[in-house]
């Protein structure tokens, strides 16, 4: 048994009653990185009932439920006070029906419901935080319907990353409902390195901006692009896998980049089996947009049930060799163009050989044969017995997804 396994089913053992199917389900609530929505970077401290109702109809319509983005998370700014018992109640201008209704009325979509609070006295935006407050919190949350907390890490001098966390996931246990635990100290405790047992997935950095390639310091504050997370996030692959995820924050695709830097965002956080959690307005999408969230083979690469983050194999040229390992002896490669111009390259199978030391496998196309399709253009490809020369615009990707077809077919 996981040593997770064997913590969580004596935290319940602990808490009075042996109920294994609780343990089980917290373990399986992130098999696969989860997929959803989130307020914040398109919408931050404006939000609403009425706009969060109108999202949830709009993943349904829209088709991104069906693609699995199955979370719609209201992020920071929808809190009211704390009543005279110290319950947290939400802001009743912004959510007069209260989250309980709003939570039901997700669920009747086939939807999931999540929030956000913070370890510290006050959330980053200044509302009320948990501290103090955390078996209270958890407590209100699983009675009004939450199936996924963000837990950020604003307002916390003093506090312990690791024994703050704890506390929160054992009070979330306790309330009985199973509730994805999402941790947000953007990297700076190492989460890597003891979250996987407290929660189920963990921010590697700070902020995401909505820009492909820069660092904004803002004071107290700042935004990094994708480019700057991408190289945080990738030397972290070992100590991800199910149940516990790399969290290289929300996405920014639809936000305003352009529609090739959006098509290498989505499909480098699918390559690092990254949380998908979607940050742009599903109501009001361009066909762009919505071709790239909703490209099911790209999808299906961050969701593959082996669970293993890839990895940049080699640059050369400005052009960057990502791999991940597939299920089925499946592999995908990513070839990303981190230059502003357009790069030519050859696909050459005897450079495309490689060994994942996580999985043990190599991916031998010089003596395996595999049939390879493009995942963006959605064009079969053939199989690995020729060459091929690509171009790649800048700041884009080609993805392609092998399958094994011939073990040991040496080829001429
Ligand atoms: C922090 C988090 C963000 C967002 C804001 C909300 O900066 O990292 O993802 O939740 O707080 O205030």
């Known amino acids: 048994m996981k040593l997770k396994s064997v913590v969580l089913l004596t935290a319940v053992a602990l808490l009075g009653g042996a109920n294994h199917g609780y343990a089980q389900k917290w373990e399986e609530l992130a098999k696969t990185p989860p997929m959803g929505w989130s ?19 709009a993943m349904v319509s829209s088709g991104l439920a069906d693609c699995g983005y199955v979370y719609v998370n209201i992020d920071d700014c929808w809190h009211g006070e704390r009543d005279e018992n110290g319950k947290i109640q939400c802001s009743p201008e912004k959510f007069p029906g209260g989250m309980k209704a709003l939570a039901d009325y997700i669920h009747a979509k086939g939807l999931k419901f999540g929030l956000y609070s913070d370890a510290g006295c006050k ?3 200044g509302e009320p935080g948990s501290l103090g407050h955390e078996y209270q919190d958890a407590k209100t949350y699983a009675d009004w319907g939450v199936d996924y907390l963000k837990y950020d890490w604003c307002n916390t001098p003093d506090q312990n990353t690791k024994a703050s966390y704890r506390l929160m996931r054992d009070a979330l246990y306790a309330a009985g409902r199973p509730i994805l635990f999402s941790i947000c100290e953007w990297g700076s405790t190492k989460p890597w390195e003891w979250a996987g047992e407290i929660g189920h997935m963990w921010r590697t950095t700070g902020d995401i901006g909505c820009d492909f390639d820069s660092e904004k310091d803002y004071g107290d504050w700042g935004e990094i692009g994708v480019l700057q997370i991408l190289d945080k996030n990738e030397p972290l692959r070992r100590y991800a896998g199910p149940g516990h995820w790399n969290d290289p924050d929300m996405l920014e695709v639809g936000n305003g980049m352009s529609e090739n830097e959006d098509r290498a965002h989505f499909s480098l956080w699918c390559m690092m089996a990254a949380p998908l959690i979607l940050g742009n307005d599903v109501r009001d999408m361009s066909a762009e947009t919505k071709a790239i969230l909703t490209n099911k083979d790209v999808i299906a690469v961050d969701q593959d049930p082996l669970g293993v983050q890839g990895w940049r194999f080699f640059t050369r040229n400005g052009v960057e060799y990502w791999y991940k390992p597939l299920v089925n002896d499946d592999w995908a490669i990513c070839v990303f163009n981190r230059t502003t111009e357009p790069k030519t390259v050859k696909l050459d199978w005897k450079d495309l050989i490689t060994y994942d030391n996580i999985t043990r496998r190599t991916f031998k196309p010089d003596r395996n044969l595999y049939s390879f399709k493009n995942l963006w253009t959605g064009k079969d490809e053939g199989v690995t017995d020729v060459t091929r020369t690509i171009t790649i615009p800048g700041y884009d990707v080609a993805m392609y997804r092998f399958t094994l077809v011939d073990r040991e077919n040496v080829l001429p």
């Open 123 to 125: 959330t980053c935006a």
């Open 39 to 57: 307020s914040w970077n398109k919408f931050n401290r404006k939000i609403n009932e009425k706009a969060i109702k109108e999202i949830a109809d």
